[in-house]
């Protein structure tokens, strides 16, 4: 029995290659090539560097200025109250005490007011409402702060003097911060116009805060029976807190460093007390009306080292709620993304 040869089967055909794209986008095989490119990049390279190398110089300045009475007061120009340019002491005192107490009270009267427009606006208004109301507020921050020097001279100060003050002294004239005679221009008047300057910086942040919450925090809190007002309270705000609380102190920044409305209501008056019915000073009011009247190297340090403390206190206060809204900000877009 003969066997036939078996024939081996000739394979399969190979199927064309085919060449999987990459994943890089073809233009960037021409990164560095191409000279208006590179010309692009270092211009905005540049662009992006000069702001922080233009604090840095800001700052460099005021201390090289700064220097002579750092050098002759040390950490006492901090917590002395003599201000005498004839016997050339100093000591700035008086001005840290009255830029922080006078911000304190525009926070105290800012605080619930802004919060309180930012929630209306983004929970309760109906949505007609909604732009004109936000628009009217942010309108405010574009008023500038002169004008509302000059409003506080011949209103508000008029109209503390005759409805607010009196009241306020029969209730809490027992207490050491409303004691004294009120002729008008004090820290009080002061805070006043500064809580009505910053409600629309602490509003406007406020609301993209309160936005940027996501509905689910919303709908579980309803879910769970909650009212509008429970799930505002229980779950918006509490995830929103950073935020909230970085718009807070950008308002306070704001405050710090105000000049013009608070030097025409605030009295200037270089001292320390706890009234808010007596007059104080500012370190930006000082600056503004002192500077064109230092005739001495020593009198232009003194002032320099009072405008080197504000810049420092104004650049970490801005930094610290700039950071604060930026955690927000991050941490909606990971949950964003999970989901």
């Not at 006078?102 to 309180?116: D, E, K, M, R, Y």
């Not at 309160?210 to 769970?224: I, N, T, W």
């Not at 080197?308 to 801005?318: H, K, S």
């Amino acid at each position: 029995m003969t066997t036939l040869p078996i024939e081996p089967v000739p394979a399969p055909p190979s199927p064309p290659s085919i060449e999987t794209p990459s994943a890089e986008p073809r233009w960037t095989s021409l990164r560095g090539v191409n000279a208006s490119d590179r010309v692009y990049k270092t211009i905005l390279t540049g662009l992006a560097l000069a702001l922080p190398l233009l604090i840095v110089a800001l700052f460099l300045q005021l201390f090289v200025s700064a220097l002579p009475a750092i050098r002759r007061f040390g950490f006492s120009f901090l917590w002395t109250s003599t201000w005498d340019p004839v016997a050339e002491i100093y000591g700035a005192a008086p001005m840290i005490f009255g830029t922080l107490a006078s911000s304190f009270i525009a926070l105290l009267i800012a605080v619930p007011l802004a919060l309180g427009v930012a929630i209306f606006i983004t929970e309760f208004a109906p949505r007609w409402v909604r732009q004109p109301v936000a628009f009217l507020v942010e309108l405010l921050a574009a008023i500038p702060s002169v004008v509302y020097g000059l409003w506080g001279v011949f209103v508000l100060i008029p109209f503390l003097r005759s409805y607010v003050v009196p009241p306020l002294k029969a209730v809490f004239g027992w207490t050491p911060f409303f004691q004294g005679v009120f002729y008008g221009n004090s820290l009080l008047a002061g805070g006043i116009i500064l809580a009505i300057m910053i409600v629309p910086y602490i509003a406007a942040v406020s609301r993209e805060v309160l936005l940027a919450v996501p509905a689910s925090q919303r709908e579980a809190a309803l879910g769970m029976g909650a009212t509008r007002w429970e799930a505002v309270w229980t779950a918006v705000l509490p995830y929103g807190r950073a935020g909230l609380i970085g718009a807070i102190i950008l308002g306070l920044g704001r405050a710090l460093g105000e000049t013009m409305a608070v030097t025409l209501v605030i009295g200037n008056r270089h001292d320390i007390s706890l009234s808010a019915l007596q007059p104080a000073y500012t370190m930006a009011a000082a600056i503004a009306n002192e500077f064109s009247e230092a005739t001495t190297n020593m009198y232009l340090s003194a002032l320099f080292e009072v405008g080197l403390i504000l810049f420092v206190i104004t650049v970490v206060v801005n930094a610290f709620a700039r950071l604060l809204i930026w955690r927000v900000a991050r941490g909606t877009a990971v949950g964003s993304k999970a989901l």
